[in-house]
């Protein structure tokens, strides 16, 4: 009884065969398709090229010498389409040496003529499992990267936050290095969803989160904290690189022309930052987070449109990053 092997995107393991002996495409294409496999054929290296643009394969068997292309550009051409496909080659025994360039590019394995069509069989059964664990490992990272992501914007949701933010306290512990953190926050959403709606809203949340993407190193990342709220994770950066930082974003936020703000006054959309750096601010994880909330608060409840941090204990506004006429502020 014959065990049917399943991958992603085909209800079973799609294998096309090339080779310009016709007995050999038959003999190949009659004995796996008795066995349940998905078995297309072509009759040399150009087909075969025009079956792979067309259609996704798991496995090529290809022969190595054919006319015309032959089954090294084969290799090439279906490596460069999908690197994960396997590629069988089948050779005679004077070619074994190209059959082991064929290797070096990226085959799977080879097989000398005459073969045995159980010698065959259990390579591709070698192949297939290959692919499903490849596949299992697939999913194991998409599932990874989903429970990490905001399926809103697609930037690092607040889960994976919370656990950088640990290694980061611990490596800069050892380093005796620094990093900040910069809390951005959507001035007026609110009322942009009540008015616009919440489709309108989450449009300007997904291009918010690029903008942010868009004016951070590589080296930084950008979270959704949660609703309208975003943070930007900036390594090694000090208080004065964190605040450059935030200001050169927040000129970007003003000036960007919106592809989703037509309804908005003056079609502008403003943020509110909050600033802090560890160990500058706080020593203790919870309390930095808190800072930085409320230093972002901080900045809402006193005109928006601003960038505030701590200075000597005290919230102050960024002067640099003011859109009015700039003036330091401190609580009481």
């Given at each position: 009884?014959?065990?049917?092997?399943?991958?992603?995107?085909?209800?079973?393991?799609?294998?096309?065969?090339?080779?310009?002996?016709?007995i050999?495409?038959?003999?190949?294409?009659?004995?796996?398709?008795?066995?349940?496999?998905?078995?297309?054929?072509?009759?040399?290296?150009?087909?075969?090229?025009?079956q792979?643009?067309?259609?996704?394969?798991?496995?090529?068997?290809?022969?190595?010498?054919?006319?015309?292309?032959?089954?090294?550009?084969?290799?090439?051409?279906?490596?460069?389409?999908?690197?994960?496909?396997?590629?069988?080659?089948?050779?005679?025994?004077?070619?074994?040496?190209s059959?082991?360039?064929?290797?070096?590019?990226?085959?799977?394995?080879?097989?000398?003529?005459?073969?045995?069509?159980?010698?065959?069989?259990?390579?591709?059964?070698?192949?297939?499992?290959?692919?499903?664990?490849?596949?299992?490992?697939?999913?194991?990272?998409?599932?990874?990267f989903?429970?990490?992501?905001?399926?809103?914007t697609?930037?690092?949701?607040?889960?994976?936050?919370?656990?950088?933010?640990?290694?980061e306290?611990?490596?800069?512990?050892?380093?005796?290095?620094?990093?900040?953190?910069?809390?951005?926050?959507?001035?007026?959403?609110?009322?942009?969803?009540?008015?616009?709606?919440?489709?309108?809203?989450?449009?300007?949340?997904?291009?918010?989160?690029?903008?942010?993407?868009?004016s951070?190193?590589?080296?930084?990342?950008?979270?959704?904290?949660?609703?309208?709220?975003?943070?930007?994770?900036?390594?090694?950066?000090?208080?004065?690189?964190?605040?450059?930082?935030?200001?050169?974003?927040?000129q970007?936020?003003?000036?960007?022309?919106?592809?989703y703000?037509?309804?908005?006054?003056?079609?502008?959309?403003?943020?509110?930052?909050?600033?802090?750096?560890?160990?500058?601010?706080?020593?203790?994880?919870?309390?930095?987070?808190?800072?930085?909330?409320?230093?972002?608060?901080?900045?809402?409840?006193?005109?928006?449109?601003?960038?505030?941090?701590?200075?000597?204990?005290?919230?102050?506004?960024?002067?640099?990053?003011?859109?009015?006429?700039?003036?330091?502020?401190e609580?009481?």
């Amino acid at each position: 009884m014959n065990k049917l092997k399943e991958v992603e995107g085909a209800a079973t393991v799609r294998i096309l065969v090339v080779d310009d002996e016709e007995i050999v495409r038959d003999m190949l294409s009659d004995a796996l398709s008795h066995d349940g496999y998905n078995v297309q054929v072509a009759k040399d290296g150009e087909d075969a090229i025009k079956q792979i643009e067309n259609a996704p394969f798991e496995i090529v068997i290809t022969d190595l010498k054919m006319p015309g292309i032959d089954g090294l550009e084969v290799l090439k051409y279906a490596k460069k389409t999908n690197p994960d496909i396997c590629i069988l080659m089948i050779t005679a025994y004077g070619t074994v040496g190209s059959a082991v360039t064929a290797m070096k590019l990226g085959a799977y394995d080879y097989i000398c003529k005459p073969f045995e069509l159980c010698e065959m069989k259990i390579i591709i059964e070698k192949a297939i499992e290959r692919q499903r664990l490849l596949h299992e490992s697939r999913l194991v990272e998409s599932y990874k990267f989903l429970s990490i992501t905001d399926c809103l914007t697609k930037i690092y949701n607040c889960r994976y936050f919370d656990e950088f933010i640990d290694r980061e306290i611990e490596r800069v512990k050892r380093s005796s290095g620094v990093f900040s953190l910069v809390f951005v926050d959507v001035d007026n959403f609110k009322q942009y969803n009540d008015v616009n709606g919440h489709i309108a809203g989450d449009n300007i949340l997904r291009e918010l989160a690029e903008v942010l993407l868009a004016s951070t190193r590589k080296t930084d990342f950008a979270v959704r904290h949660g609703g309208e709220e975003f943070v930007l994770v900036l390594p090694d950066t000090t208080i004065e690189g964190a605040l450059h930082l935030a200001s050169s974003t927040a000129q970007v936020i003003q000036s960007k022309k919106w592809r989703y703000v037509s309804a908005l006054p003056k079609k502008r959309i403003t943020v509110s930052m909050g600033v802090v750096t560890f160990p500058r601010d706080a020593l203790i994880k919870e309390v930095l987070i808190k800072k930085a909330d409320e230093a972002m608060y901080y900045s809402k409840n006193n005109g928006k449109d601003k960038i505030c941090y701590f200075k000597e204990g005290n919230i102050v506004e960024y002067e640099e990053a003011a859109i009015h006429q700039p003036k330091q502020t401190e609580t009481e």
